[in-house]
């Protein structure tokens, strides 16, 4: 079974155990939660605004 879980581990695909052809576990890999500032750190300050990103959008949506 540790290989199997090794499997899971590194590839992050679910394995799903059957007992006579039924489904009766799934195991899955954790997924560590990161802060957004890491997930995002390659890209900070790389994003460039051509326009005001909180201007009212009236002008494109007229209001009815």
């Known amino acids: 079974m540790l ?3 090794r499997r899971v581990e590194e590839t992050g695909e679910e394995l799903v155990v059957t007992d006579n052809n039924e489904p009766t576990l799934r195991i899955v ?3 560590r939660k ?6 995002f750190a390659d890209v ?3 994003v460039v605004y051509h326009d005001e990103p909180l201007a009212p959008t009236t002008d494109e949506w007229p209001e009815r």
């Open 3 to 5: 290989e199997y879980f």
């Open 29 to 31: 890999p954790i997924r």
């Open 34 to 39: 990161v802060p957004a500032a890491a997930l």
């Open 44 to 46: 900070r300050g790389k």
